[in-house]
Structure formats: structure tokens, C-alpha cells
């Protein structure tokens, strides 16, 4: 079982950056793809960016591309997604998930592909 903690989160202005850490239980963690979601009120939850369990490979949404990026610390057991140049559009609430699969699927956008998921953590960005 792993459990994922997220925090960072808060209030910034339009043009402003946060970094958020997902922290994650069980040393099993380290060969998960990981992945980065939010939901906005009245919307479904989609894709931010995700890293493969190497820590090299990283994909993003275009909606985010070039202003957030994605690492990850293995020693740390810790995900993390820097956040810059923030909109107003990226207010949501952020949730860290965890592929327990032992193979590396080839998509990583979709929710239903993902095993374990964080709580989520409030970004809210003012214009």
C-alpha cells in the first residue's frame, strides 16, 4: 500500500510560481510512474504532467507546457511540480497519483490508469 501527501498549495497572483511536493510512504514508490492532476469546480479531473519511474522521462499537457515542470527525488520518496509563470486557469485542486503497475504503460493521461492518489491540494491563482 502507498500513500500519497501533497502539500504546497495556496495563493499566488497571476504570474507567480509554487511548488508543490507529493510525499510518498513505501520504498516501492520509487518504480511507480507518477503523475500530476486537478480539477477545477464543475470540471473533470485531467492530465498535468507525469515522470516515468527513471526520473528522465516526463510528459506535460500543453496547457502547461513550458511553465511547469515535473522531478522527482527517489531518495526522498518525493514527487515535485513546479509551477511558474501561473494563470488564473490553473486554479484547481492538485492531486499526486502513483502507477503500481510493473509494467510501463505507454499512456499516462488518463485518471483510470493510476492506482493510489493523494488528497489534493488547493492552488488558487488571482488575476
Known amino acids: 500500500q502507498v500513500q500519497l501527501v501533497e502539500s504546497g498549495g495556496g495563493l499566488v497572483q497571476a504570474g507567480g510560481s509554487l511548488r508543490l511536493s507529493c510525499a510518498a510512504s513505501?520504498?516501492?514508490?520509487?518504480?511507480?510512474?507518477t503523475g500530476w492532476f486537478r480539477q477545477a469546480p464543475g470540471k473533470e479531473r485531467e492530465f498535468v504532467a507525469a515522470?516515468?519511474?527513471?526520473?528522465?522521462?516526463?510528459y506535460y499537457a500543453d496547457s502547461v507546457k513550458g511553465r511547469f515542470a515535473i522531478s522527482r527525488d527517489n531518495a526522498k520518496n518525493t514527487v515535485y511540480l513546479q509551477m511558474n509563470s501561473l494563470k488564473p486557469e490553473d486554479t484547481a485542486v492538485y492531486y499526486c497519483?502513483?502507477?503500481?503497475?510493473?509494467?510501463?504503460?505507454?499512456?499516462?493521461?488518463?485518471?483510470?490508469?493510476?492506482?493510489?492518489w493523494g488528497q489534493g491540494t488547493q492552488v488558487t491563482v488571482s488575476s
Open positions: 513505501g520504498r516501492t514508490f520509487r518504480s511507480y510512474t
Open positions: 515522470i516515468r519511474r527513471n526520473g528522465i522521462s516526463t
Open positions: 497519483a502513483a502507477d503500481a503497475s510493473p509494467f510501463e504503460m505507454p499512456v499516462v493521461t488518463g485518471p483510470g490508469l493510476y492506482d493510489y
